[in-house]
Nanobody, 119 residues
Framework: QVQLVESGGGLVQAGGSLRLSCKAS????????MGWYRQAPGKQRELVAT???????NYADSVKGRFTISRDNAKNTEYLQMNSLKPEDTAVYYC?????????????WGQGTQVTVSS
């Protein structure tokens, strides 16, 4: 059984910063790609950023230059540093990871953490 647990969401003023964390635990053999997605009210879930096991990254145009994704493979944890936050960044943020567990690869999701940016 594999779990992803997020932390670090909250309420922040526009221009502020937050750091999200997501720790994977359970029967994990290896973790491949990891990522962050978000879903605002009334909108579809969208990609925010991804990071490969070797460290290459990919960002949505809307967050480039403001958000930084990183990971600590020894801790099975990924992070999302969010700077210069805008009200339009308000959403529930979900972490995601491609994990090999008991011989099979599957995508796993965290429970979501609310980020609210006030103007």
């Amino acid at each position: 059984q594999v779990q992803l647990v997020e932390s670090g969401g909250g309420l922040v003023q526009a221009g502020g910063s937050l750091r999200l964390s997501c720790k994977a635990s359970g029967s994990i053999f290896s973790i491949d790609d990891m990522g962050w997605y978000r879903q605002a009210p009334g909108k579809q879930r969208e990609l925010v950023a991804t990071i490969a096991s070797a460290g290459s990254t990919n960002y949505a145009d809307s967050v480039k230059g403001r958000f930084t994704i990183s990971r600590d493979n020894a801790k099975n944890t990924e992070y999302l540093q969010m700077n210069s936050l805008k009200p339009e960044d308000t959403a529930v943020y979900y972490c995601n990871a491609l994990i090999k567990s008991r011989g099979f690869y599957n995508y796993y999701w965290g429970q979501g953490t609310q980020v609210t940016v006030s103007s």
